[in-house]
């Protein structure tokens, strides 16, 4: 199969309806990471986009509509903190879990009665949305584990001739996942976090609950047991206190011929000389937008990265730490 990319234009977005009509996937981008989007109404269209993946079974998907889909006809019970949260936050990088009406294929949540719903912002996305005028089933363009893909030229290293069309929309702005957020009960609890953070939330809703998954138990988010956002290369986290030490270990490996490099934020790359750094920029956004990039980068260039974490870990830094734990988790 050829895989095609195509800027979003008149001509792209009926190429990708006429594929999704016929139960086909295609590669979207959002605002986020890119997406690997199908008919959620159509189960052998959302199964084929675990196959494509090699996405676990009981992972489920995020169903993405665009900014006018009347979502009752999904979803039922929407509490009113979580339409103060839509109206602040939407369209945009918050997803939310509520009962499901089960109009949609099974196959999407995987078996439980509730659906994640993302209105994303970015405007090719929208234009994509609308103009198929389907709720689209879309996980990460990724293949499962791998880094996440923001850009176009990622989902086709990872999907080339798995899938007949990606459309580009440029290098994503957000950078990590959107938050996920269970809106079922009576207050607020995220899922993953990410661009929307606890304080954002909070700002209009008062507090809200932060659910932290422990190994072994039956996940309240299927996705948040599996090892994620991985490089290919080998990965080593240092805390930003143990900065001479990552870099001393960075050096060693060098001189053992290991193709090393110390992974950093802006601050720190500025104190490193004579050894190659993965740049992650100087602001929490920044950081964000860089990390998968910087981590695609590693893997292309590298034997190993030597992340070390950065300084700051509180707002947007959160989703990240989340991220850059997980890429550089011990167990593959
Ligand atoms: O930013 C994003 O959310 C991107 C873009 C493409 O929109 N999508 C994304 O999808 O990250 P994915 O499949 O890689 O992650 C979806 C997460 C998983 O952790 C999954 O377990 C959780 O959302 N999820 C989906 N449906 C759920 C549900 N009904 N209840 C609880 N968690 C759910
Ligand atoms: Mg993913």
């Not at 234009?9 to 594929?19: G, W």
């Not at 001739?161 to 996942?177: S, V, Y």
């Not at 609890?189 to 606890?198: E, F, P, Y």
């Not at 001189?255 to 602001?283: F, H, Q, R």
Request: one cysteine or more; glycine letters at 8%; proline letters at 5%.
């Amino acid at each position: 199969m050829i895989t095609q990319i195509l800027p979003v234009n008149e001509a792209s977005l009926e190429a990708a309806r006429v594929i999704i009509a016929r139960g086909g996937v295609v590669g979207m981008p959002t605002e986020t990471v890119y997406g690997l989007g199908a008919n959620a109404f159509d189960t052998v269209a959302v199964e084929s986009i675990f196959k494509i993946k090699g996405r676990p079974n009981d992972n489920p998907l995020i169903v993405h509509v665009h900014k006018d889909y009347d979502i009752t006809t999904l979803v039922k019970d929407i509490p009113d903190y979580a339409k103060a949260l839509a109206k602040a936050y939407l369209p945009g990088p918050l997803t939310m879990v509520y009962k499901s009406l089960g109009t949609v294929s099974k196959a999407v949540s995987c078996g439980l009665d509730t659906l994640a719903i993302r209105i994303p912002s970015h405007e090719g996305a929208q234009r994509f949305l609308k103009y198929v005028n389907l709720p689209i089933a879309a996980p990460s363009a990724n293949i499962s584990k791998h880094v996440s893909p923001t850009s176009a030229e990622h989902v086709y290293r990872d999907l080339n001739g798995k899938i007949e069309l990606i459309l580009d929309g440029g290098k994503c702005a957000g950078g990590i996942e959107s938050t996920v957020l269970d809106c079922t009960g009576h207050i607020p609890i995220i899922l993953r976090s990410g661009l929307i953070t606890r304080e954002m939330i909070a700002m209009v809703v008062g507090d809200c609950g932060e659910y932290v998954y422990k190994d072994g138990e039956k996940a309240l988010s299927p996705g948040l047991k599996y090892k994620h956002y991985s490089p290919t290369c080998k990965t080593k986290l240092f805390s930003s206190g143990d900065f001479n030490k990552a870099v001393a270990y960075c050096k060693n490996q060098i001189t053992l011929g290991v193709k090393c490099a110390v992974m950093c934020d802006g601050a720190a790359s500025e104190k490193i000389v004579g050894i190659p750094v993965l740049n992650l920029g100087a602001t929490a956004d920044e950081i964000a937008a860089n990390l998968y990039l910087k981590l695609r980068e590693g893997e292309d260039c590298y034997d190993e990265i030597v992340a070390i974490e950065p300084v700051m870990q509180d707002g947007v830094m959160v989703g990240v730490m989340n991220r850059l734990k997980k890429a550089c988790a011990e167990v593959k």
